[in-house]
């Protein structure tokens, strides 16, 4: 019984290495900021200007294929996608100097159905508050950004669509 | 003798109670107070440094020299250029804020102790002047400016980032690291210790 007991604290108290988790929760920023507009195009080769998503809650990840905790997130933004399409949220990911058959080539592996938007100059992401990548932002109606995570998240996370669904109302 | 039997009992249960109850707390001031661990990756056998401190975390991993020349050669730079990358101590770095406050770095105040003497890393902006000096690529100057840690950054509680960071040392080489954070306005100073470059293949 002693054993288990003092093996049992050993196990709660243990160092675990967090190093290869996802960050967790969005960061609400301090001062409204009007989102910089843009105009990008997609691997199909429709163009996105984030105007004219006005009206829509948009949710913008900046990414690369060779940035590990970007490809670790992948897989939960497209579950997060497959919730968000249908409610009329949008998901926009755009990755940063890197050109279409790069890009391609990672969605045989990385499967998603959102937009994936190319800013190979990184002209866009210049004109918005990122250091590293990913950064992801959550913008609302009105094209402000509310929202920011730096690092990874587990984006089908509820606690985490329930702040983005939140912005609908 | 019963009473003797159900006493002598109770100050076992005391002992071990209290063993127990020491235990807890070296365990739990283990996890808040600073603490830095050496480990290797099981895989790939690569050295890893990692500080921990109320719930902060930066860790860094050996990126071997030839791992780091096909990664940049592979993102548009020369040979020579992604040798003089791979030739400069460079580690995956993986810094976090599972703690409660707000943090912010700067790259520029942390130190190298190298053969006694102190150095500042080669930040995103100390690489830049020699790509613009030499006209890299433009495409693989991109890749490498995401592909480093940012040399200032804020991290809100639950956000973490990763990025190479360069520390301009021979492979094989060791140094000590001094790192400066600001955790909720205060100022905390850092050491991690006999950090190793990661060696070069023979003749590279």
Redesign the interface.
Known sequence: MSKILIILLLLAFSPLSSAQQAGKGLTKLPTVTQAADFVLTDLDGKQHRLSDYRGQVVIINFWATWCPPCRAEMPSMQRAWEQLEKEGILMLGIDVGEDEDTIFQFTANYPVEFPLLMDSDSKVIDQWPVLGLPTTFVVDPKGNIVYRAIGGREWDDPELLALVRALKQ | MTEYRTGYRMRNMLK?CLA?IW??MS??S??VSA?V?NGEEAQTGLRTW?W?EAGV?V?LVQRLPDQTRA?FQG?GFSTAESDSIARACVFQT?F?N?GKHPLVYDLDDWRITYQGKHRSLLTRERWDEKWQAEEAN??AR??F???L??T??G?????????MTSFGLPPGESFDLSLNLTINGNVIARSIPGIVCAADQPGN
Do not use: H
């Open positions: 071990y127990l235990l807890s365990l739990i283990g996890w603490e661990i990692e921990r975390s860790q990664f993102r993986i976090r599972d433009q495409t991109i890749a400016r995401w592909s840690l940012p200032r950054q991290f809100e509680s639950g956000d973490y980032n990763w990025g």
